[in-house]
């Protein structure tokens, strides 16, 4: 049977730009975007995207009733989370000073937007190709070189309470953390499935993950 890698949809997310990435670098996989909490139970393998404010991705979660599937799938199984379904998976954020998943201890931070850093150049949101620094050796990272450029679209980022949780780094112009791994939850702040070669190496080296 074809690995089942769940898309999970709670109307909040660039579901069909990640589908698309995911099929390119697993063809025998089957990747489907769903709101049905059995199938995302039911998954080999689970991606939790995201994309706009933390405090409506959390209203969308609670009101679909997919929370509690996310949760059973980011301790069981290869979990990806992308950009704020990143930022979910942590106890609190600073935008709407809105409750996350509390999944992974830490709390999520806006950027300062002070008129020094944007006379400097560092707007925010933070937007466009960044570097990404590996923290240490992973799966996700095989293939992709140390510094490899991904591409952001965010005004928030995470800080973890465990340095350990830090899988990478970026600057902007402090460093802060770009993506977090523990067992078998992988998250990132940038966009893999827009950001060309690096990112389809993540996708496939996901795709392909036994934590």
Not at 42 to 63: H, I
Not at 143 to 158: K, M, T
Not at 186 to 197: D, I, L, N, V
Request: glycine share 8%.
């Amino acid at each position: 049977m074809a690995q089942r890698i769940s898309i999970v949809d709670y109307g909040m997310g660039n579901l069909r730009s990640v589908q698309k990435a995911l099929a390119h670098v697993a063809p025998d996989a089957s990747v489907a975007i769903t709101a049905d909490p059995d199938a995302i139970r039911r998954a080999d393998r689970v991606v939790f995207p995201g994309q706009g404010a933390m405090p409506d991705c959390m209203r969308c979660l609670s009101e679909s009733g997919l929370g509690e599937a996310v949760a059973e799938a980011a301790r069981a199984k290869p979990f990806l989370g992308l950009c704020i379904g990143q930022q979910m998976l942590f106890e609190s954020s600073a935008e709407g000073d809105t409750p996350g998943l509390a999944l992974l201890p830490g709390r999520v931070l806006a950027f300062e937007n002070t008129p020094e850093r944007r006379a400097a150049g560092f707007k925010v949101p933070h937007m466009g190709w960044n570097e990404v620094w590996q923290a240490r050796p992973h799966a996700l990272w095989r293939g992709i070189a140390d510094g490899a450029r991904f591409y952001f679209v965010h005004s928030y980022y995470c800080e973890p309470t465990l340095p350990s949780l830090a899988a990478a780094a970026t600057r902007y112009p402090d460093a802060f953390t770009s993506a977090i791994a523990r067992d078998n939850i992988f998250a990132t702040q940038f966009h893999p499935e827009k950001s060309s070669a690096a990112g389809l190496a993540l996708l496939g080296n996901f795709a392909t993950w036994s934590p």
